[in-house]
């Protein structure tokens, strides 16, 4: 018994229950996409038999479907080409008469523009010419102008550069003058200066041999009055006789010295103390002078500036006017060469212009005005009312360029019914191209014209195509103007 109930099943725990649950899940996810796969794969080979098979349909069917329509196709364009022959045969003959006519009409022309155009040519050759005497008029009068300019700037510098040399000169002689003098005074200053030392040195020398004379004297004295006291000295001191006299002479030598020299220097310090008095005289003296002399100098450099600076600002004014005057000449010669080519660009272009003109243009230019006379002066009368004097002024000047704005205005006015005409032509144009798009589509077969109305279905005499409400019928006599 204990050894069958060893082999009895243990119970599984709760995790090892849970992961044999999540691998049955598992297993059964790769199942059923595994299924998918395999009914994705068949449901893709099958749909591509059946779209492969229903293009080869598709192609039999249209191969067969356009060979109908070529045949009904070939039919109708034949007709067509029929019809289309006639029809151009009759333009050509129309076209060719016309032609022929134009041949006519621009032989014409022709003589009429080489007339026009040699009159022309003769009113530019006065114009040049006219244009020319303006222009060498012009020049000489500016280079006159040039020249007095020149002139007067050549005068005022001569007068300018005279006047500053005799200014300069004017002011070295007054420079040298000044230096003359003060050498002058320098040398009788140094003059006085040599004379009072020499006369103090000869008072000190005779006051020197004077002293010297009365120390003589009273040395002698002194002298003898010594040998006798010597004389009695020796009598009673004959020991200290031999040392006494040696200090004796050493002292008396000695003091005289001092003596001598405590006055030498006495004299000398007084001596310098006036010499010193007499430099601070004269110091003060000729400073004095420096600075009247200094002052000058300052006051001629002052005056020599102010000259240099006159000269600057003449030459800077004359300068700028050259400039200036160089600058105008230069403006206005290029707003004449600017002019001329205007000038030159305006004829070139009505050359051109005058292939585009028609015959009334050519013998009439200028259209006259619509406006009654009355009318003329009444708008004149505004016009004037209205005017100032210096818009006046402008006026006179353009006076001449009236014919210019006539054709202008003739011009834009016929470009203005040009563009309007363009406008109605393009507006038919586009009436037609529908009418004949509906046409196309009447003829050919699609299920988008099958489901629309059919401009070639009549019934009871009535077609679906819309009638236009008023095409312009043009006839080949009628003149046709240029599109752009």
Not at 72 to 97: G, H
Not at 138 to 147: G, K, Q, V
Request: with cysteine.
């Amino acid at each position: 018994m204990p050894k069958k109930e060893k082999k009895a099943k243990t119970p599984l725990s709760d995790e090892e229950q849970l992961l044999l649950f999540q691998q049955k899940l598992l297993a059964e996810e790769e199942m059923a996409k595994k299924k998918e796969r395999l009914l994705s794969q068949f449901l893709k080979d099958k749909l591509a038999k059946e779209e492969h098979n229903s293009a080869l349909n598709l192609n039999k069917i249209n191969t067969q479907w356009r060979t109908v329509l070529r045949e009904v196709k070939t039919r109708e364009l034949l007709k067509d080409i029929e019809i289309l022959s006639q029809t151009f045969e009759r333009v050509v003959d129309c076209k060719d008469n016309v032609i022929k006519s134009l041949a006519k009409d621009l032989s014409e022309a022709e003589e009429q523009y080489a007339r026009a155009l040699h009159s022309h040519l003769h009113n530019v050759d006065q114009l040049l010419a006219l244009q020319r005497r303006r222009l060498s008029l012009l020049e000489e009068s500016y280079n006159m102008e040039l020249e007095a300019l020149t002139k007067e700037f050549e005068t005022e510098r001569k007068t300018i550069i005279d006047q500053h040399e005799k200014e300069i000169r004017y002011l070295q002689d007054i420079f040298m003058a000044m230096e003359q003098n003060y050498l002058d005074s320098e040398y009788e200053s140094k003059l006085e200066f040599q004379s009072m030392w020499n006369d103090l040195k000869n008072m000190n020398l005779e006051e020197k041999h004077f002293l010297r004379l009365q120390l003589e004297n009273t040395v002698e004295d002194l002298w003898r009055k010594f040998q006798d006291v010597f004389k009695n000295y020796t009598d009673a001191t004959e020991d200290r006789k031999v040392a006494f006299e040696t200090l004796q002479v050493k002292d008396e030598k000695s003091s005289k010295e001092i003596e001598v020299q405590m006055k030498k220097i006495q004299k000398l310090q007084d001596a310098i103390t006036i010499s010193k008095g007499k430099i601070m005289i004269h110091s003060r003296e000729s400073e004095d002078e420096n600075r009247y002399i200094r002052n000058d100098k300052e006051l001629v450099f002052i005056q020599l500036r102010k000259l240099k600076a006159q000269r600057t600002q003449a030459r800077a004014a004359s300068q700028k006017n050259l400039v200036k005057l160089t600058l105008e000449s230069n403006a206005t010669l290029k707003a004449l060469r600017k002019i001329v080519d205007k000038g030159e660009k305006i004829l070139k272009l009505a050359e051109i212009c005058r292939k585009f003109e028609t015959e009334e243009e050519k013998v009439l230019p200028f259209y006259s005005s619509v406006l009654t006379p009355k009318e003329q002066e009444g708008i004149e009368e505004n016009n004037l009312e209205e005017l100032t004097e210096e818009l006046a002024k402008v006026m006179v000047d353009y006076i001449g360029m009236e014919n210019f704005w006539k054709r202008y205005n003739k011009v834009k006015l016929e470009q203005l019914s040009l563009q309007h005409r363009r406008a109605q032509l393009l507006d038919i144009n586009g009436k037609l191209r529908g009418m004949l798009k509906q046409y196309l589509d009447g003829i050919s077969v699609s299920d988008e014209v099958l489901s629309q109305l059919n401009p070639l279905f009549i019934v009871n005499h009535r077609s679906n195509l819309p009638q236009p409400s008023s095409i312009p019928i043009a006839h080949p006599g009628d003149k046709q103007h240029p599109t752009a």
